[in-house]
């Protein structure tokens, strides 16, 4: 019997369209920050200096027709400093982040677990660029790349039963040998699976994990992201690059003009992704409120819909405690709630309807009978007989 007859047989020929076999974006969504504030005051208090998602922001998204949101914590209140990086967790901040991973799971939208460190440890109090980086020998406060798979070892057992989870190593390293940051993504991903989860593994790079410099060196002596990177092993191949991009002067996101061509920036990175037949996923952009911005943003958005090596993205920022942060979208009271959002971002996610709610999608293009069967699976769990 064919894959198709079986699928009918099976009542699964709804079920292909819905999960959008041939879309070539998978996730589209924004970033809830929060989790990382106030990085001065460990633990902190929630609600105060720490909260990782706003409820109705998160329905209003989801409404909307996002399918997926970047839920950010930060390692130092997650692993105390007395116990250090690994698998004691400080249970209170855990469950306040399981509620948050919980919400948006259970209304069908997928949560990327996103550790806000920099691939640094101890210190975060004037991140990026505070705390010992996580696998230098010859720091002696620095943790460990076998405290770092430890803490991955942990994590990814407490949520290796929920499907919609999605598993972002760490955020933006940066100003280390690139080789140290393979090792680390190396032994977090093994890890993940070793404890038998799998879901989407996001595995950043050097340099702020900038999709504009991956075929450049980010540091003294250190090697491109594009040289190193393809060493990286996933026994089941379901793994995306995470890469961020920024548009002003000095690609930090921290300025309101785009002064950097869109999508020109993303040229040399695509065709390294399609050349060694690799997905990836942009899990930070952000531009400012302005005419320049707005059409940078929608070239860019352009350019990931048209080349299907970009399987998802999140924009930055939402989450409930930015203020006036220019670059904030949450709904109501976000800069950008009512120009960025009504007038790019959402037009976009309107096209992509409807999204698929649940599913795997991996790091190297797998096209027909064995490529629905891979998404399939991955749907809440579901697994095809003698397939």
């Given amino acids: 019997m064919s894959f198709i007859s079986r699928a009918v047989s099976l009542g699964l020929a709804g079920a292909l369209l819905a999960a959008g076999v041939g879309a070539e974006i998978l996730y589209a969504g924004v970033n809830s920050a929060?989790?990382?504030?106030?990085?001065?005051?460990?633990?902190?208090?929630?609600?105060?200096?720490?909260?990782?998602?706003?409820?109705?922001?998160?329905?209003?998204?989801?409404?909307?027709?996002?399918?997926?949101?970047?839920?950010?914590?930060?390692?130092?209140?997650?692993?105390?400093?007395?116990?250090?990086l690994g698998n004691t967790f400080n249970e209170t901040y855990f469950t306040e982040f399981q509620n948050a991973v919980n919400y948006v799971t259970m209304r069908g939208g997928y949560a990327v677990l996103d550790a806000h460190n920099y691939m640094r440890y101890n210190d975060p109090s004037m991140q990026p660029s505070s705390g010992s980086i996580i696998g230098n020998s010859s720091d002696p406060k620095s943790s460990t790349t076998e405290n770092l798979a430890s803490f991955w070892s942990e994590l990814s057992t407490r949520f290796m039963s929920n499907p919609n989870v999605i598993f972002g190593i760490m955020n933006e390293p940066h100003d280390m040998p690139t080789e140290l940051i393979l090792t680390n993504d190396q032994a977090s991903i093994d890890a993940i699976r070793k404890t038998g989860a799998q879901q989407l593994i996001l595995v950043p790079g050097n340099g702020f994990t900038g999709a504009q410099k991956w075929l450049n060196s980010t540091c003294a002596g250190c090697k491109p992201n594009a040289d190193v990177l393809t060493a990286i092993q996933d026994p089941m191949n379901n793994f995306a690059f995470d890469m961020h991009l920024y548009f002003d002067n000095d690609t930090s996101g921290t300025h309101p003009e785009c002064t950097n061509a869109?999508?020109?920036?993303?040229?040399?990175?695509?065709?390294?992704?399609?050349?060694?037949?690799?997905?990836?996923?942009?899990?930070?952009?952000?531009?400012?409120?302005n005419t320049a911005c707005f059409q940078t943003v929608n070239n860019t958005l352009k350019w990931l819909e048209q080349n299907p090596q970009w399987i998802g993205w999140t924009y930055w920022a939402a989450g409930p405690l930015w203020g006036d942060y220019f670059l904030s979208v949450e709904p109501g009271v976000g800069v950008q709630s009512n120009t960025t959002w009504p007038m790019v971002l959402e037009p976009?996610?309107?096209?992509?309807?409807?999204?698929?709610?649940?599913?795997?999608?991996?790091?190297?293009?797998?096209?027909?009978?064995?490529?629905?069967?891979?998404?399939?699976e991955g749907c809440l769990g579901l697994r095809l007989p003698g397939m």
């Fill in 34 to 84: 929060g989790g990382e504030f106030a990085q001065q005051n460990i633990p902190g208090a929630f609600g105060t200096d720490y909260q990782f998602i706003n409820q109705s922001a998160i329905d209003f998204f989801l409404a909307a027709g996002v399918n997926t949101i970047r839920v950010t914590f930060l390692l130092e209140r997650m692993c105390p400093l007395e116990t250090g």
């Fill in 262 to 289: 869109a999508p020109a920036n993303l040229l040399p990175v695509t065709t390294w992704l399609r050349e060694h037949n690799y997905t990836a996923f942009l899990s930070e952009f952000g531009a400012g409120s």
């Fill in 348 to 376: 976009h996610i309107k096209t992509y309807q409807p999204m698929q709610r649940c599913g795997i999608s991996e790091a190297r293009k797998v096209g027909g009978v064995e490529g629905i069967a891979r998404l399939l």
